[in-house]
Nanobody, 126 residues
Framework: QVRLVESGGDSVQAGGSLRLSCTAR????????MGWFRQAPGKEREGVAA???????TYASSVRGRFAISKDNAENTLYLQMNSLKPEDTAMYYC????????????????????WGQGTQVTVSS
């Protein structure tokens, strides 16, 4: 059974940093496309950062230059480094994964991903 488990969420002040982790069980990250999404109360889940199987990355305009996505295949862990956090970054953050070798890349399409974690809460106070 595949499980993605996020961790690292916390409450921080504006300007602070956090690093989120997403560890896979029953699944390996090689040949996979990965993404981080977030959902604030009353809003739709939105893509934040994505990592293609060939190493390409893309970011939502709201986080570009502040967030960085990376993965460690040996540790089977996906990361999201978040710097210069703002109150509007407050949300539940989810990781997602899909096998994508030889197929196109749809980094922020929620229905493209097969596996999702349960989320980790990030709260940024002003």
């Amino acid at each position: 059974q595949v499980r993605l488990v996020e961790s690292g969420g916390d409450s921080v002040q504006a300007g602070g940093s956090l690093r989120l982790s997403c560890t896979a069980r029953g699944y390996t990250y090689d040949r996979s496309c990965m993404g981080w999404f977030r959902q604030a109360p009353g809003k739709e889940r939105e893509g934040v950062a994505a990592l293609a199987g060939d190493g390409r990355t893309t970011y939502a305009s709201s986080v570009r230059g502040r967030f960085a996505i990376s993965k460690d295949n040996a540790e089977n862990t996906l990361y999201l480094q978040m710097n210069s956090l703002k109150p509007e970054d407050t949300a539940m953050y989810y990781c997602a994964a899909v096998r994508c070798l030889g197929v196109g890349w749809a980094p922020f399409r929620r229905d493209w991903y097969n596996y999702w974690g349960q989320g980790t809460q990030v709260t940024v106070s002003s």
